[in-house]
């Protein structure tokens, strides 16, 4: 299968008062339609800038971003985005603010699809009947799941999330994670998941990139391969314990506190 | 029975108010020159209701003509320092210098340019007093614009505009209607600062004159409630608009 995003050697640098800072350096990431990929790193790596240049928002330095064998040059509404602080428009209602996208890639939907598509994935993940609710009578997490459909809403072939659970409790953070897999069974796209948590990572990717510190590199990619399986219970089988051990070490390498070939 | 204790409660606070204000000069036994009673203005009123009826309407369209250009002309000043860092940084001094002058000093002066242009005159200053508060509040508003919000739409390749109208102006709103309130209370002061400072027999201003040449005090005070009732009315207004375009932001209580 084709690869849908192709990362090709970008080196990106924030200009500062102090010179250049340089965050990526050579990064070359490739992942597989379909795929479900996950970037982690040490904190302040670079992982949010990945998002920027995947999303059109920003340019890198050099090197190219590849998307559906077409080279990213500015924003493209083929793109579905996340973030960890779910913003959510007050004004509107939760269905509103979901079908804000449509609002702005052209489609050619009437507005009575439009509505039952919104309606349709809000039931997929939970939130049948908040609707036509205000974003400030929802808790942190159902914010986070509308925020989700919102971003899928226009069919995008990519959705980039950039740490979407970081904000959340263990167990809804849990709970967002079996929304996930249950969001990835019904609609097609291929997912890149920033996030510092390695369990999250496993669970929920078919690949783990591990960068490493800034200026970040792809310093490890781990395939995981669990069966298909997507109960809770996955992440404490040894398979998933040896991966995330593995991860760990690379994490620690990352942070230059192991090097590699030591026990971790 | 919501809406009548909504309505109830202020108006019994009045009735307070004025019951108090009798008291007090009951039993001082003020004369009306010192101070006039509740019970003094009446008779002002009844005897020169045709008076209150088009001078109140000249101090009420002129302040409303000049909040509305102050709206116009202090939303767009706030869209330019709210969303260009450097216009930012250039226009805050020389607002916060216009603003700090007093405009009684400046009344004279728009008289003297613009001479014999009363309404022109009375608008502008109204207008001057009150725009300052609005570009502040739109300012703020646009430059606190969370990045993410920025970036859900240009994500999806939304042009800036787009983002304005969708995003930034919405949510600049409660800001702006907070600002709105305080803008409607300096208008009132700025067309009655053109109307009592440079006299030319209109509007409110020009009635509480003519109580003073002519030594009736009730009707000096009655003036002064008729203001404020006029200063009332116009901020119920903006509350009524607050609540269509803005009711979102209002959070409910408990």
């Given at each position: 299968?084709?690869n849908l995003i192709?990362i ?19 990064l070359n990431i490739s992942v597989p339609e379909g795929d479900f990929c996950a970037v982690v790193g040490p904190s302040?790596c670079g992982k949010s800038t990945l998002t920027?240049l995947v999303a ?24 579905g985005m996340a973030f960890q ?59 986070q799941?509308?925020?989700l459909?919102?971003a ?6 990519v959705l980039i999330m950039d740490e979407p659970f970081g904000?959340l409790?263990?167990?809804?953070r849990e709970?967002l994670w079996q929304t996930m897999h249950?969001l990835r069974?019904?609609?097609?796209f291929t997912g890149v998941l920033i996030t510092h948590d390695l369990r999250e990572s496993v669970y929920l990717a078919d690949e783990v990139i591990v960068l490493s510190?800034?200026?970040a590199t792809t310093q490890h990619v781990e395939n995981v391969k669990l069966?298909g399986r997507t109960?809770l219970?996955v992440i404490?089988?040894?398979e998933a314990t040896e991966i995330l051990h593995r991860l760990r070490h690379q994490i620690?390498?990352a ?10 | ?254």
């Amino acid at each position: 299968m084709a690869n849908l995003i192709d990362i090709k050697g970008v080196t990106h640098a924030y200009k500062t008062d102090n010179g250049p800072l340089p965050v990526l350096d050579d990064l070359n990431i490739s992942v597989p339609e379909g795929d479900f990929c996950a970037v982690v790193g040490p904190s302040g790596c670079g992982k949010s800038t990945l998002t920027k240049l995947v999303a059109g928002l920003m340019k890198p330095d050099q090197g190219e971003v590849w998307l559906h064998g077409e080279k990213v040059t500015s924003p493209r509404s083929t793109v579905g985005m996340a973030f960890q602080n779910p913003v959510m428009l007050e004004w509107r209602t939760i269905l509103q603010n979901v079908l804000l996208p449509l609002e702005i890639v052209p489609n050619k939907m009437t507005k009575k699809q439009k509505e039952e598509r919104g309606r349709e994935l809000l039931a997929l993940v939970g939130l049948e009947g908040f609707e036509d609710k205000r974003p400030s009578e929802l808790s942190g997490g159902m914010r986070q799941r509308a925020s989700l459909c919102r971003a899928i809403v226009h069919k995008p072939d990519v959705l980039i999330m950039d740490e979407p659970f970081g904000a959340l409790d263990a167990f809804t953070r849990e709970d967002l994670w079996q929304t996930m897999h249950a969001l990835r069974a019904e609609e097609p796209f291929t997912g890149v998941l920033i996030t510092h948590d390695l369990r999250e990572s496993v669970y929920l990717a078919d690949e783990v990139i591990v960068l490493s510190g800034r200026p970040a590199t792809t310093q490890h990619v781990e395939n995981v391969k669990l069966d298909g399986r997507t109960d809770l219970e996955v992440i404490y089988t040894p398979e998933a314990t040896e991966i995330l051990h593995r991860l760990r070490h690379q994490i620690e390498i990352a942070q230059g506190r192991a090097t590699d070939g030591e026990a971790a | 029975m919501k809406t009548f204790r909504k309505i109830a409660t202020p108006t019994i606070a009045i009735l307070i108010f004025l019951a108090f204000w009798e008291f007090i000069v009951w039993v001082n036994q003020w004369p009306n020159y010192k101070m006039a009673s509740p019970s003094d203005l009446i008779p002002a009123y009844t005897k020169y209701w045709n008076l209150f009826l088009i001078y109140g309407w000249q101090t009420l369209w002129r302040t409303v003509v000049g909040l509305l250009v102050a709206v116009v002309f202090g939303t767009l000043i706030g869209m330019i320092m709210g969303f260009s860092r450097t216009m930012r940084d250039a226009l805050y001094p020389l607002l916060v210098g216009f603003n700090a002058i007093p405009k009684a000093t400046v009344v004279p002066v728009i008289a003297l340019i613009l001479i014999g242009q009363h309404d022109l005159n009375t608008v502008l200053i109204a207008f001057m007093i009150s725009f300052f508060p609005i570009s502040v509040a739109v300012s703020i508003g646009l430059s606190t614009l969370e990045p993410e919000y920025r970036d859900i739409l240009r994500s999806l390749g939304a042009s800036k505009w787009t983002i304005f109208w969708k995003i930034a102006l919405p949510k600049t709103l409660p800001e702006f209607f907070g600002a709105l309130k305080v803008a409607v209370t300096l208008a009132f002061i700025g067309t009655n600062l053109m109307e009592i400072v440079e006299p030319h027999g209109k509007g409110l201003g020009h009635l509480f004159d003519s109580g003073k040449i002519n030594a009736d005090y009730p009707l000096m005070f009655a003036v002064l409630i008729a203001l404020a009732f006029l200063g009332i009315l116009l901020y119920y207004i903006v509350v009524a608009l607050e609540k269509i375009f803005a009711g979102w932001a209002e959070r409910p209580q408990g």
